[in-house]
């Protein structure tokens, strides 16, 4: 018995220094829990600090490392988020942290705040940049960490390009305001505030402008129409053509400059004509005193006409013998196609005038039994002639060699 009791006594001894081993390891294991739950708080602490800066939030306020207040008034350190106030918050009842769990789930509501926001501001800068013409950038550029830099860059550059766009707009309506004798502003046309009131007058003038164009168009093209003792070069519609007036008014300055030398040649064809009719009158004054031996005359005119009835019998039968030999003779022309020039439409042949080929003569182009066309003899030289190709009466193309046959 005494043998058993000192063996329980050993067990018992090493059981004790076991439960002591394992109470110092649990205490050191505590110790560095706690400590790791304090540098949580601590940077949680933080978090909610840098995330409440400028934000004009409340949550800095309650969760702190700070002293807070017990039920019982009692002043405790580590704040809200410390150990202290974590076991003040027990329930035993449920056996649950409700306190602390609210704490928390403030700190859930701040990040979700604070998240909304950035979504919202991403959202509304996304949509700003679509604004500026910079298409395609999503709010998640501007949400992301690692894509935020990149978006606000193009976007920053984009800006300063629509900026410089701004300016030299400005700046070439100040320039074409000056021009049209009613200057603006640039550094006005550049406010934001301000720049409605000149543009709209800058509108104004441009819009009167164009409808003084229009009405200076239209009085130049009724000026063409009513003037309709000149053939105008200038073609009316094309006036009032913005793309294509310039020409036209270099057309009727032409006209207009032939119309005043046709004005000169006028007061010219005044003097001669008034010259003219002295002459006209003083031929008039002969005439009269030439019409006292018109009876003479006419007796005279009478043995004339006898004559030239005579005469002219004689002619006819003259000419109707000449033509039944010209006629003859033109039968028997024939030649052959010594050159043909298609840029100018005409063709030389070998007959001329040692062959009594006269112009104005309508002579056929064949090649053996084939017609190939008409030509028209426009210039006849001794030993060739040019002849044009007609057009109506062609059926194929002249070729050297082919057959000239009248």
Known sequence: MVMVNRILNIVIFIAAIVSLLYAFLLFDRRTELRERGEKLADTMADVVKDLDLNSNTAYQKEINRDQFTTADGESKPG???GWAFFHEAFDPTTKTFPKFDSLMQDVKKQSADIREQRDILANSIAEHANLFNQPGTEATAYQGIDTYDDAKKALFENLEKVRKRDEAIASKIEETAKKIGHPVNKETLMDTENYDEPLISFGFQVNKLKEQAVNYGDTLAQAVAKIDAHEFEANVEMIRDENAYVAELTAIL??????????????????????????????????????ENLATMENKLANLEADYANLNQKYQKM????????????????????????DWNYVVINLGTKDNL????????????????KVLITKVYREYAVAEILPKFKKGNVIEGDRVIF
């Open 319 to 342: 000419i109707g013998s000449t033509a039944k030999a010209q006629t003859s003779a033109l039968k028997k022309l024939a030649g052959k196609v010594i050159d043909v020039n298609y």
């Open 254 to 291: 032409n006209d207009f400059a032939n119309i005043n030398e046709n004005l000169r040649d006028y007061e010219k064809y005044k003097v001669e004509f008034l010259e003219t009719k002295d002459t006209l009158e003083r031929t008039i004054e002969a005439l009269e005193s030439a019409n």
């Open 79 to 81: 704040g809200k988020l």
């Open 358 to 373: 006269p112009e104005e003569l309508e002579m056929i182009v064949a090649r053996e039994q084939e017609y190939i066309c």
